[in-house]
């Protein structure tokens, strides 16, 4: 199993992972990160990107102090002082979540923070469920959930699809 805490796997991935892994290192957003827990989660760490596939990073943030991640977002500590940002708070399944957005070179990133650490957050339960059924099911498989993600349905939906499940974002849990 790939240890999707650490990035290094990404160095012997496919091209796009291997440039993503390039990306994060030259502007130390990982590191930056760091008291934040990040970790890459979505489509990018288990190659069922498409063009438009953003870098997600999910971190623990305590919302109490929310201010704070903010301040050291506005500050440049996290990302660079001259890139854009996008700041949204939003419930996510009865938590308040805090999503921030912005480019770096060709990459959309987002950040999405929740008062949990991230190895609990659904996002990244959902990419070790959709990574543990790629693996089972084949490379045919996997072209399908691309060919379908090219067709404008997002990831989880996609899954449901193929696998007929009835309520894919609570069902993948389970997996």
Do not use: W
Not at 4 to 10: K, V
Not at 93 to 107: A, R, T
């Amino acid at each position: 199993m790939i240890d999707f805490t650490n990035l290094n796997y990404l160095k012997s991935g496919n091209e796009r992972q291997k440039r993503a892994y390039e990306v994060l290192e030259k502007y130390q957003i990982f590191e930056k990160l760091k008291t934040y827990s990040p970790v890459l989660a979505g489509t990018i760490p288990i190659g069922i990107d498409i063009e438009s596939s953003d870098l997600d990073i999910i971190c623990e943030v305590d919302l109490r102090f929310e201010e704070k991640f903010l301040d050291d977002i506005r500050s440049g500590q996290l990302i660079p002082v001259d890139v854009e940002v996008t700041i949204e708070s939003i419930i996510v399944h009865d938590e308040k979540s805090i999503v921030l957005n912005f480019m770096l070179e060709e990459f959309q990133i987002e950040i999405f923070g929740q008062n949990k650490p991230p190895l609990q957050q659904n996002a990244y339960r959902h990419m070790l469920a959709e990574h543990r059924i790629l693996q089972e099911r084949g490379e045919e498989f996997r072209h399908k959930i691309i060919e379908l993600k090219k067709q404008g349905i997002k990831t989880e939906p996609a899954f449901g699809l193929l696998m007929e499940l009835e309520n894919p974002y609570e069902d993948l849990l389970k997996f």
